[in-house]
């Protein structure tokens, strides 16, 4: 049975199976059909995000914003494609900004993780820089869209929460692969930064977890971030 390309998570707000439940990237559609898209992907997912998009009923001349969580190639690679069809450059945390201009990962903190990243074609194709975000930045996206910076992952990794349907987007923050978990050490920049910031998750108020790495949470998704947390405090 075929996947479709997207999943409805909230009014106006869907996910996009990039690679299975595994890689997802997101849609926001705003009352007057505004699109925002968040994240696109390989370098091979540009034409999914395009084609989850059309299959909403929108197109690429309805998208006004196009977003990242940070500058990883499995989030930031499609970005190429989908800002050459909308002819719009992309907006990310102020600390990925060079990242994201160059097509270059942020450095890993780890051995493993910096052999990786000297591996051909560890990098992304460039994509311009349309606004670079700040920690609680409210943009104007179907309600309002805050951009929670949590780095650690990356220096400007960040999560997102869509304040009018109560949808998180954690980010690489938290996995939900099989069950809810770190990313992996050696892809992070400072892992143990990014077991510190995740905790400010667990501050917020939302009604749905969405990860960009496995499916989301509709039940008690707050409650189980906690507890997943409180089983790993902070240093």
Same mark, same amino acid.
């Given at each position: 049975?075929?996947?479709?390309?997207?999943?409805?998570?909230?009014?106006?707000?869907?996910?996009?199976?990039?690679?299975?439940?595994?890689?997802?990237?997101?849609?926001?559609?705003?009352? !007057? !059909?505004?699109?925002?898209? +968040?994240?696109?992907?390989?370098?091979?997912?540009?034409?999914?995000?395009?084609?989850?998009?059309?299959?909403?009923?929108?197109?690429?001349?309805?998208?006004?914003?196009?977003?990242?969580?940070?500058?990883?190639?499995?989030?930031?690679?499609?970005?190429?494609?989908?800002?050459?069809?909308?002819?719009?450059?992309?907006?990310?945390?102020?600390?990925?900004?060079?990242?994201?201009?160059?097509?270059?990962?942020?450095?890993?903190?780890?051995?493993?993780?910096? +052999?990786?990243?000297?591996?051909?074609?560890?990098?992304?194709?460039?994509?311009?820089?349309?606004?670079?975000?700040?920690?609680?930045?409210?943009?104007?996206?179907?309600?309002?869209?805050?951009?929670?910076?949590?780095?650690?992952?990356?220096?400007?990794?960040?999560?997102?929460?869509?304040?009018?349907?109560?949808?998180?987007?954690?980010? !690489?923050?938290?996995?939900?692969?099989?069950? +809810?978990?770190?990313?992996?050490?050696?892809?992070?920049?400072?892992?143990?930064?990014?077991?510190?910031?995740?905790?400010?998750?667990?501050?917020?108020?939302?009604?749905?977890?969405?990860?960009?790495?496995?499916?989301?949470?509709?039940?008690?998704?707050?409650?189980?971030?906690?507890?997943? +947390?409180?089983?790993?405090?902070?240093?």
């Amino acid at each position: 049975m075929a996947r479709d390309p997207a999943v409805l998570l909230a009014p106006g707000v869907w996910r996009i199976p990039l690679i299975g439940d595994f890689t997802n990237g997101f849609i926001f559609r705003d009352a !007057d !059909d505004q699109v925002t898209l +968040l994240d696109m992907g390989l370098r091979t997912s540009g034409k999914k995000v395009i084609a989850a998009l059309r299959w909403i009923g929108s197109d690429v001349t309805d998208v006004t914003r196009l977003l990242l969580t940070h500058a990883h190639s499995d989030h930031a690679g499609g970005a190429a494609h989908v800002a050459e069809q909308t002819g719009l450059g992309v907006g990310v945390h102020a600390d990925d900004a060079q990242f994201v201009r160059s097509g270059t990962v942020p450095p890993f903190g780890s051995t493993p993780g910096r +052999l990786l990243a000297r591996l051909p074609g560890s990098g992304f194709t460039a994509v311009p820089v349309a606004e670079e975000l700040t920690d609680g930045q409210v943009l104007p996206v179907a309600g309002g869209l805050r951009v929670v910076h949590t780095p650690g992952h990356s220096p400007g990794h960040a999560s997102y929460l869509h304040e009018g349907s109560g949808v998180l987007v954690t980010g !690489d923050a938290i996995f939900n692969v099989r069950r +809810l978990r770190w990313p992996l050490r050696a892809l992070c920049t400072d892992f143990r930064m990014t077991q510190r910031t995740a905790h400010r998750l667990g501050e917020l108020d939302y009604t749905t977890a969405a990860f960009t790495h496995g499916p989301e949470l509709r039940e008690r998704p707050r409650e189980d971030i906690r507890a997943f +947390l409180a089983r790993h405090p902070a240093d």
